[in-house]
């Protein structure tokens, strides 16, 4: 199996372990991943996330939350800027997710932040995911 995108396929367990009902989830680590977890864990999507050495990577492990009233947390969890087509926008074109219900994840020179927070330090960079 070839891990073209290691960040899609992080958001791939995410889902799938929400789906399952899964509290725990157990992935290899990256400084990337890390960052997407603590912000969804800011946000409140997670309950949150802690990083393990080993000898190659290290392990990511993330706390889900529990469905509320047989709704997940997670409604949608999707990347946006792909390996083979990245998608950078400027501070004054970052998109808002559902009128501002839900949450885009940009990666920019300032550290990885949510849209609401690049706007708010007028920075733009590379849309990684949006979630709500």
């Known amino acids: 199996m070839s891990m073209t995108d290691p960040l899609a396929d992080m ?22 991943k890390q960052e997407v977890a603590r912000v ?16 190659k990577q290290g392990i990511l492990t993330i706390n889900l939350k529990p469905c509320e009233k047989k ?6 969890i999707k990347r946006l800027s792909k390996p083979g087509l990245r998608r950078y926008v400027g501070k004054d074109s970052i998109p808002r997710i559902l009128n501002g219900m839900g949450v885009a994840i940009i990666s920019t020179s300032a ?12 920075v733009g960079g590379e849309l ?4 709500y």
């Open 71 to 76: 709704r997940p947390v997670i409604v949608e």
């Open 40 to 55: 969804l864990a800011e946000e409140g999507y997670i309950k949150g996330s802690s990083h393990q050495d080993d000898t």
């Open 128 to 131: 990684l995911l949006s979630v």
């Open 111 to 122: 550290g990885v932040m949510t849209d609401k927070r690049a706007r708010e330090l007028g």
């Open 11 to 32: 958001l791939t367990r995410v889902r799938n372990a929400q789906q399952a009902g899964i509290k725990e989830l157990k992935l290899p680590s990256s400084k990337l």
